[in-house]
């Protein structure tokens, strides 16, 4: 036990040490897949998921501007919110194989879910793939899943904040792209009522330069929340001509606010 726990040790600090030197994925950023096509033009809205709430009401047409530029940090004046999140090709998932016994190869797709305490006092529970992640009271939880408990571990860097929404939103959109991108209307998305914005053809366009993945189809929906400002949800996602899908960046908050919302320790620590 003691050998599978100091490897497991070495593994999360070796993450931890490339996620601080790991670069931040290209500014001015988006996407939702949509085969074929030409990455420079801008592709039909994707799925609102309006659950049965009347059409888009706004005029659209307006730039994105402080809408879009300032919805990640609108985050940090939540309490709580959960979130899911689907991501390929980012440089944060693509250094997850750095652990023992991780369950993934090549650029698949990393699912992360979880709950994420913003105030009072910052905590998070997080499901990264086949890992479980609990930061709270100044210490990380890690669970590889493999049955031996959870390894804590004090450390000034938050490994939680690099999977987060917040910054996930930040590397994909940097403030400046902000106003390539243009309010299409406004409808139901997750419960509430959201501001839809989508990037104009010459976004998409930058998007395959900077990531090196100028053939394939670009597109980019953001929608932010008209009471909050928050991103309620995000979709950037690149196809290939061969239908894979080397960049994706999708995510979806839910439960803002929410008193259940909770964080805790866990009783099973193994070692640290």
């Known amino acids: 036990m003691f050998r599978f726990v100091q490897g497991q040790s070495r593994g999360f600090l070796v993450l931890l040490a490339v996620l601080a030197i790991a670069p931040v994925a290209c ?67 693509s250094n997850l194989p750095t652990l023992p016994g991780a369950a993934i190869s090549g650029n698949a797709p990393v699912t992360i879910t979880g709950v994420e305490i913003v105030q009072p006092e910052k905590a998070a529970d997080l499901t990264i793939a086949s890992f479980h992640l609990i930061e709270v009271g100044g210490y990380d939880y890690f669970d590889t899943g493999s049955g031996g408990g959870f390894l804590k571990i004090q450390s000034s860097t938050s490994l939680a904040d690099a999977f987060s929404p917040a910054e996930m939103f930040t590397s994909a959109i940097s403030p400046s792209a902000a106003s390539s991108y243009t309010d299409v209307g406004t409808e139901t998305k997750n419960g509430v009522q959201a501001v839809h914005y989508q990037a104009s053809s010459s976004a998409l366009a930058e998007l395959g330069s900077i990531n090196g993945i100028p053939d394939a189809v670009w597109t980019a929906d953001v929608w932010i929340a008209a ?9 950037i996602v690149a196809t290939a001509s061969d239908s894979s899908v080397p960049y994706e960046v999708q995510f979806d908050i839910t439960n803002v ?3 259940a919302n909770k964080v805790t320790a866990p009783t099973n620590v193994t070692g640290e």
Do not use: I, R
């Open 227 to 235: 009471d909050g400002g928050y991103p309620v949800s995000m979709a």
């Open 27 to 93: 500014s001015g950023n988006s996407g939702t897949a949509t085969p074929g096509g030409s990455g420079s033009t801008l592709p039909s809205p994707a799925s609102t998921e309006n659950e049965g709430s009347p059409a888009a009401t706004s005029s659209g047409g307006n730039a994105g501007g402080a809408g879009v530029a300032g919805a990640a940090a609108a985050l940090s004046s939540l309490d709580s919110y959960k979130f899911s999140m689907t991501v390929a090709g980012d440089a944060v998932v």
């Open 257 to 259: 606010n929410d008193a």
